[in-house]
């Protein structure tokens, strides 16, 4: 094998296997060493991944304490505009009218029954 073909070898071997030469170099592992060929391509894999989401979590982490906090600003107390629609309205003061009616007879019906009353 010469140089030229030793080379188109490497470079076809970290193109096929990315996390192996990934692995390699965060290991510091010399390609097809001893240590190289006694490595297990699923526990680079199973590496590779969980490093994958720490990554990812730490980089949310500093996204969050990236953003400022102001106060009083914001929306999510305040309702969309638009959400409650005049059918809306009218539908609650209904239901509200119904509430007071249902109290109003039921305060009656309490006061009939502690003076010996049936209706």
């Not at 140089?3 to 390699?24: C, G, L, Q, T």
């Not at 190289?36 to 969980?50: R, S």
């Not at 059918?87 to 019906?109: G, L």
């Amino acid at each position: 094998m010469n140089r030229e073909e030793y080379k188109n070898f490497v470079v076809r071997w970290d193109n096929m296997f990315p996390i192996d030469r990934w692995y390699r170099n965060k290991h510091k592992i010399p390609f097809l060493s001893e240590e190289h060929k006694k490595c297990d391509f699923f526990a680079e894999l199973m590496e590779f991944e969980e490093d994958k989401v720490f990554y990812e979590l730490q980089q949310e982490k500093e996204e969050k304490e990236k953003q400022e906090y102001i106060p009083n600003i914001g929306d999510w107390l305040k309702a969309p505009e638009g959400e409650i629609s005049e059918q809306d309205t009218a539908f609650y003061e209904d239901q509200m009218f119904k509430m007071i009616e249902f109290e109003q007879k039921a305060k009656e019906n309490k006061q009939d029954g502690e003076h010996g009353e049936k209706t």
